[in-house]
């Protein structure tokens, strides 16, 4: 049902932002994975609660081709 959640939320025109830890269950097992969506939790409250820049992954996403090369942890420059 998640990946509904995030669709009906996209149509919307609202932000919103699917992590999918490939071989994982509902929630990320692999000290990798829990250390990557700790980073991304993290960024997302510094963002929308401290007023810091985004991050990449929040502003333009990272394609899929990418997964596990580029993480999108840099800030963006406004």
Do not use: C, S, T
């Not at 969506?37 to 993290?42: A, G, P, S, V």
């Not at 960024?43 to 081709?65: R, T």
Request: proline share 6%; aromatic share 14%.
């Amino acid at each position: 049902q998640g990946i509904e959640l995030f669709v009906a939320l996209r149509r919307l025109n609202k932000p919103a932002w699917m992590l999918n830890y490939i071989g994982e269950p509902h929630w990320p097992q692999k000290w990798q994975n829990k250390k990557d969506f700790n980073i991304r939790m993290q960024q997302y409250f510094d963002h929308y609660l401290k007023g810091e820049k985004a991050p990449v992954w929040m502003e333009k996403g990272v394609p899929a081709i990418e997964k596990g090369i580029n993480k999108g942890y840099e800030l963006i420059e406004k």
